[in-house]
């Protein structure tokens, strides 16, 4: 590694560092002027709320990493560029891409870390921040689907519930399915409702029937109520949406294999929290070369016309981002899809803006 090197490489990583160190104290700032008054009246201990916001911290640096990155080179490479030091440097015969070599590895570096801190990190800072923010700050109102809810529980066993409330942890239509060897019919429980019963540890089913396939014949049993035991939890029948968040790599894959075999209606959600953790990686070396490609050409307009533009990209990007992934959570878009689509198109702008830079 040359003295060139070392000096952007230097220059690109202590400017990240810098970004972060600045932003997101203030965002946590700005986070608990706005939520200051839910926490005093909730009576969060001061313990809880300092845990809180670590996690909090954690949670949006992740969120906004490559936004940071991307600002971060453009500002820097803004001022190489206005101190004419991009010019000296291709002058003395280094070619544009030796120029970015450094850049290159600075990003690597930092999508490393990027992919460590979001297989294994951030999960448990999104457990921590999640759990805080539905105990205190929304009272419980975890995000769940609530209706048409279908779940294998094992090989022989299927439960279905038209629509079910967490909070007084019942539901309607309940459909409890045994099938045997074969994929023959054993028995099936109807129910009108289905409710846990906390203080008994048992679940209430009001307009109960039972009917078990014995050959050719049925034999059908229907009570008024029924109070009874599974071999499930109530809270089984829907995880809480973010639930994908607060598991790490090897937690992440067991539970989409686990919910795919279930059949969850939601598992498109599960398998792009899944995508977006490898690709944000990717998303870091796309950035970069926009940044430089836009920064590293002296304008009239100087540092604040580049961080104007660069504001304006990361908008677009973040923009990209959410609308592709609501398609794949709620319109059946593959997750795969909306993952790539977006690095696609910036990637397309990157190779573009470089050309151009070069010239």
């Known amino acids: 590694m040359t003295i060139l090197d070392r000096y952007i490489l230097k220059r690109y990583l202590l400017t990240f560092i810098v970004m972060l160190l600045l932003f997101i104290p203030i965002g946590i700032m700005a986070h608990l002027a706005e939520q200051i008054g839910k926490i005093q009246d909730n009576e969060a201990p001061l313990n809880e709320v300092l845990a809180y916001l670590g996690h909090f ?8 990493f490559p936004i940071f990155l991307f600002l971060s080179v453009i500002f ?10 991009i010019v000296a440097m291709l002058s003395s015969g280094i070619s544009f891409n030796r120029f970015l070599r450094p850049y290159m590895i600075g ?4 999508a490393v870390f990027m992919l460590i801190m979001g297989m294994f ?34 090989e022989n066993d299927f439960i279905y519930v038209s629509r079910f409330d967490p909070g007084r942890k019942n539901g309607s239509n309940f459909t409890f399915e045994r099938f045997k060897e074969g994929n023959i019919l054993d028995f099936k429980i109807s129910a009108a409702s289905i409710r846990w019963i906390d203080k008994d540890s048992i679940y209430r089913l009001t ?26 939890k109530i809270d089984d029948l829907t995880p809480v949406s973010y639930i994908a968040e607060t598991k790490n790599l090897l937690e992440l894959n067991q539970f989409i294999a686990d919910q795919r075999r279930k059949g969850a209606s939601n598992i498109n959600a599960y398998i792009l929290v899944k995508y977006k953790r490898w690709a944000l990686p990717i998303s870091v070396f796309i950035l970069t070369i926009i940044a430089v490609g836009v920064a590293s050409i002296k304008r009239r307009g100087g540092m604040g016309l580049n961080l104007a533009f660069g504001i304006v990209v990361a908008f677009v990007f973040i923009f990209f981002d959410r609308i592709f992934s609501t398609l794949a959570e709620q319109a ?25 830079a070069k010239r």
């Not at 820097?76 to 030091?85: D, H, I, P, Y």
């Not at 990003?107 to 930092?110: C, D, E, F, Q, T």
């Open 57 to 64: 911290s954690i949670y949006i640096g992740n969120f906004l």
């Open 76 to 85: 820097f490479t803004s001022k190489l560029a206005s101190n004419t030091e």
């Open 107 to 110: 990003a690597s570096i930092i």
């Open 121 to 154: 990190v951030v999960p448990s800072a999104s457990a921590g921040f999640n759990e805080f923010k539905f105990k205190y700050l929304k009272k419980g109102k975890e995000e769940r689907v609530t209706t048409n809810i279908y779940n294998q529980l094992n």
């Open 207 to 232: 307009s109960y029937r039972k009917r078990t396939v014995m050959g050719d014949t049925a034999i059908v049993e229907t009570k008024r109520r029924l109070d009874t035991l599974f071999a499930f």
């Open 332 to 356: 059946g878009l593959e997750p795969l899809t909306a993952v790539v689509v977006p690095n696609l198109f910036f990637g397309i702008l990157a190779f573009y803006l470089l050309q151009k």
